[in-house]
């Protein structure tokens, strides 16, 4: 986590104090780096003691997740594909969530985005790739835009609770999807393995040069910067965040709430919806129900431990990529469950929810001598 | 830091160093002339399909010179790529399997192409002229076991109405949905299946309503077609029904309940290709078979099976394995009036017409869409 992720923040996190030293001026940044770290560390002890009862060698443990994850240019590739639609999911929760709300369907709009864009390439299967790419983004990011507005909407005129209609909405979109592909744009030759036809190899967007990395993780890079600039450094991202904190004053002071709502419901959508377009477009070719690989709940997951900034979400989701591609390692040399896991994702979980107490709490930091 | 530069020999040496001390070192330490990636989409132990899959990969670890690993719940996304690349890279695998449908393609056959030494082995695909020669599919004629289940279930059911939980209207279940109607009409021509499709291969809760609806509808044999037959088994049980298994042995869940059931036999098949591959013959890229080559088999008959059962399935099964029995013999007429394979026809297991069934036969209570 970079040092800029934090700065805005410091105003708000740290009381002002009399006299501008190093340590009040980065103390609250540090405080950003330190305790999530700090919670890192608690959590892999933990696990490794959990993983001590099961008879394993926890120093071979941490040998093997490290070797898995970042050990080897193939395990950084490894960890970066996993980490790339980890970005755009994530970010469907973490734009919301500027405006108070707890946005938990990005699997949802990731599945529609899928659709949306898997329709624009099979309808223009004419156009050159670049035209066909660039239609398949669009489409992408407006079927998944308008899936979370969807939500938005719901919340903002009729009073639905976003958390809840977010996730119905996800087996809605599942069950579309699931329609779809096995009734009307079902390719007939898809026997076994019900599917929509193939975008042909012409119009895959491919690996970035010299990796086997997709261009997801680029799309998701410059959507976390791009959120993170629209948030914190413009009128706009700054009326979100009033309405964020007091929904009441945003309305008194004259903000459009309404208007606020449906454009991060809308951005944030978009996102997952681009994710959806990528994995059709450099990994499956189609779509079919592989889509529904899970990707939009891992994406909350991040969204969280990087507190909803956009910016901390990149190497949280290269973290959890990283615990991903170390995860068959761990099954292969160590014999562990895949289950182990999803506990070490837990274990992280629980430990950075509970340090967000430690905040403003640590006076050193403070510059108190 | 350049992690490219730390090569595979580095990284061997690495490992094998820190597990010296370990009690991993002896295994990995043993030199293996040949390792063998198996790759699950479910837990190894979920008394199904991929248990079917472990429970080959388990032979294969008895042979010597073979090291065998595995790695499950890896879902049918790029994720798939990665394992099978970090078993090769960082294990030095040189024969895959990978044994979930959806990793077929585009995933295992992209995989292929990159590495053209090595070989890899798909459960279900079909393997077409277009894909790699170094990548092959192989699959049983588990129909047959199925129709053998059919004719014991046939004898068993008192009320004369059988049930099938199915996961997905697809050819390969349609295919087992009928050979067991067929095969339960030879023994009581009057008997019904009915059949519930739960729209997913792994669904346990549906799995377990639908066993509870079938049985308060009057159905006392229950079979399925799902990923893990537990919920099945053990739910039928539980109400007094009988039931036949399926992908494994499902006897030891419900001692008293279980007639017999279609299994794999891929205890058999695994070490052949192993040694097919030691002898540097190639495997066919298109490996298919029934009872007679050993690939599937039927489970022991229960102690509830008469004797007049076991001795009419005794004979088909005899007949099948000596090659001159035909399951899909005209005339048959689908469940709506119309004749799919006229008479005079027979469409013996290797007839690809099978391969894209799409009808329910007379009997089966139920509909594919």
């Known amino acids: ?184 744009m079902r390719d007939p030759a898809s026997l076994n393995k019900p599917s929509t036809r193939e975008i042909g190899a012409a119009n895959m967007i491919g690996s970035i040069p010299g990796t086997d990395i997709h261009w997801g993780l680029v799309f998701g890079i410059i959507a976390a910067i791009a959120s993170y600039i629209l948030i914190y450094h413009t009128v706009f991202g700054f009326a979100a965040r009033v309405a964020g904190g007091n929904i009441r004053a945003a309305k008194i002071v004259g903000l459009g709430v309404g208007k606020l709502i449906l454009t991060i419901c809308f951005l944030a959508g978009a996102s997952a919806g681009l994710a959806g377009m990528v994995e059709v477009a450099a990994v499956q070719g189609r779509t079919n129900a592989n889509l529904a690989a899970g990707y939009g709940f891992t994406g ?54 509970a340090s967000d107490a430690l905040y403003g709490r640590i006076g050193f930091l403070k510059g108190k001598s | 830091m350049d992690f490219g530069r730390i ?159 199915a996961a997905k209207p697809i050819p390969q279940v349609l295919r087992n949905i009928n050979a067991f109607t067929l095969g339960a009409k030879l023994a009581n021509p009057k008997a019904t299946t009915q059949v519930i499709f739960t729209g997913d291969w792994s669904m346990p809760v549906k799995e377990a309503e639908a066993t509870n609806s079938l049985i308060d509808q009057g159905v006392d044999v229950l079979t399925c077609h799902v990923d893990g037959p537990k919920t099945m088994v053990e739910n039928a049980a539980r109400r007094g029904a009988m039931v036949c298994g399926y992908h494994v042995d499902q006897s030891p869940l419900a001692p008293k309940a279980y007639l017999t059931g279609a299994e794999w036999n891929w205890e058999a098949l695994y070490p052949k290709f192993v040694k097919m591959i030691q002898a540097g013959e190639s495997i066919p890229n298109f490996y298919r078979g029934g009872l007679k080559e050993e690939i599937v088999k039927c489970s022991p008959y229960g102690e509830a099976v008469s004797a007049e059962a076991r001795k009419h399935a005794d004979d088909i099964k005899a007949q099948l394995i000596a090659g001159t029995y035909t399951i899909f013999k005209g005339p048959i007429m689908d469940n709506k009036g119309k004749t799919v394979i006229a008479a005079g026809t027979e469409r013996g297991q290797k007839d690809p017409e099978l391969e894209k069934m799409d009808y329910l036969v007379e009997g089966v209570i139920g509909a594919t869409s």
């Open chain 1, 1 to 184: 986590m970079t040092t800029d992720v934090a700065e805005p923040v410091e105003a708000v996190a740290i009381a002002p104090a009399a006299d501008p030293g190093f340590l009040q001026r980065y103390g609250g940044t540090i405080e950003y780096i330190l305790i999530p770290g700090a919670a890192l560390v608690g959590a892999l002890g933990v696990f490794g003691i959990f993983v001590a009862m099961f008879g394993k060698n926890p120093l071979d443990l941490y040998f093997y997740m490290y070797q898995g994850a970042f050990g080897t240019w193939f395990s950084w590739q490894n960890t970066l594909t996993r980490a790339a639609p980890l970005i755009l999911t994530a970010l469907c929760t973490a734009l919301p969530a500027q405006l108070g709300m707890v946005i938990i369907g990005g699997e949802g709009a990731l599945l529609i985005g899928a659709l949306s864009a898997t329709s624009a390439a099979l309808m223009l299967q004419w156009a050159s790739p670049l035209a066909v790419q660039l239609a398949m983004a669009c489409a992408g990011m407006a079927g998944g835009g308008l899936w979370i507005m969807l939500s938005g909407g719901l919340r903002q005129y009729r009073g639905v609770n976003e958390t809840i209609s977010s996730l119905l909405l996800v087996y809605i979109a599942l069950a579309i999807l699931n329609h779809l592909v096995e009734g009307p």
């Open chain 1, 300 to 353: 909350i997951l991040v969204a969280f431990l990087a507190r909803q900034n956009p910016l901390a979400v990149i190497p949280v989701a290269i973290l959890l990529g990283g615990i991903s591609a170390s995860g068959g390692l761990l099954q292969r040399r160590l014999d562990l469950p895949d289950a182990s896991v999803l506990v070490l994702q837990g274990i992280i979980f629980l430990f950075v929810l």
């Open chain 2, 7 to 165: 090569s595979r020999r580095h990284l061997l040496q690495g490992s094998a160093a820190l597990t010296l001390g370990s009690a991993l070192g002896v295994r990995s330490a043993a030199a293996a002339d040949m390792t063998i990636g198996f790759i699950y989409v479910g837990s190894r132990d979920d008394y199904g399909y991929n248990q079917a899959h472990a429970q080959g990969a388990a032979v294969l670890k008895k042979l010597p010179g073979i090291k065998v690993v595995e790695e499950e719940k890896v879902p049918e996304t790029d994720a798939v790529e990665k394992t099978m690349e970090s078993m090769i890279n960082l294990d030095g695998a040189t024969l895959l399997f990978p044994t979930s449908f959806g990793y077929y393609n585009p995933h295992m056959v992209k995989v292929a192409a990159k590495y053209p030494k090595l070989h890899f082995e798909h459960c279900g695909g079909l393997w077409s002229d277009k894909d790699p020669k170094n990548a092959g599919s192989y699959f049983g004629y588990i129909d047959e076991a199925q129709y053998i289940s059919g004719i014991v279930a046939g004898y068993s059911t008192k009320s004369g109405k059988l049930g099938f939980v």
